[in-house]
């Protein structure tokens, strides 16, 4: 069995002490994903953003807030792990200054610099030796053509292609892509029936393949 460690939520990133920048993800796709692999027997490793899901009580838990955090943790714990199922939708800017004080009204405009924030997929693919990687694509326009720039600039093994309908809802619609750009498969329905499916993808592809080779 594998040891996995998985992203999901997603992450804030503030502009002063009480607003910050962050999107709609509510972790129920990694929850799902989490259920699945500890189903089939194996060790998962969560790093999540803040969510109000529950995660199962036999995965290991590090809550992280920034994208920054994300980074740091997923960075501690990826060379412990064979693989890493990156669910998550971290923030991918952050305002380059962040005010010490709540920003108040002023009858004007408030211009807001933004920076990017480290990508941590990239950040891991750098890094990995034998373990596998699949990464999320959640994109709005040529979905297949983007999520396979993803795949490779990320040194990725697989993709999921979804689009932001999957954003806080329980079902959800998800391509697997491999790195031929092959569809492993097309699958609609709850993020559970979802996340079965794709972990079914990833055992047959990627955990069978690398034990076959003796990694």
Known sequence: MSRILLTSGPTRQYLDPV???????????GKALAEAALEAGHEVVIVSGPVEVRYPEAARVLPVIS????????????????????????????PKVIASQKLHKTGGTLDVQFVETPDIVTRL????????????ALETEDLRMRAMQKLERKRC?????????AMHASNTKVEVIDAQGEVL????????QVANAILRVIETRLMRDRLMRGN
């Not at 920054?68 to 991918?92: H, K, R, Y």
């Open 19 to 29: 607003r910050y920048l962050s999107n709609g993800s509510s972790g129920r796709m």
């Open 67 to 94: 994208t920054e955090e994300m980074l740091a943790a997923c960075l501690s714990v990826f060379p412990e792990c064979d693989g890493l199922i990156a669910a998550a939708a971290p923030c991918d800017y952050r």
């Open 125 to 136: 693919g750098a890094i990995k030796n034998s373990q596998w990687m699949v990464a999320f």
């Open 157 to 165: 093994d697989l993709i999921v292609v979804n689009g932001p309908a």
């Open 185 to 192: 498969a097309a699958v609609a329905g709850s993020k559970r």
